[in-house]
């Protein structure tokens, strides 16, 4: 009997890890695209910048910080949100005993 309640939220918690990572895994694939988009776009300049004397360090670290600028506003516009649904969630959610 324990082990039937367990199993259930087992399941739950496995199903919820599941989708947890799988959102991961779609944002990283997301970023992943808007940066290889934003690099397509700007290989002249890259070139012209090697060209001119940058150091590979430089032309990457241009890179990382138009990435690090991206993520910053994910996180800044996702974490308000993130907080307001679970507030609505927790107030709307009702417990029932099956007992």
Known sequence: MIEATILRERLMATLSGFFGLLALLLACIGLYGILSYGVANRI???GIRMALGAQRRDVSWLIVR?????????????????FAVTR????????????
């Not at 609505?88 to 007992?99: G, N, P």
């Open 44 to 46: 002249n300049e890259i």
């Open 66 to 82: 138009e990435a690090l600028w991206l993520v910053i506003a994910g996180v800044a516009v996702g974490l308000p949100i993130i």
């Open 88 to 99: 609505v969630a927790a107030t709307v959610a009702v417990r029932v005993d099956t007992d």
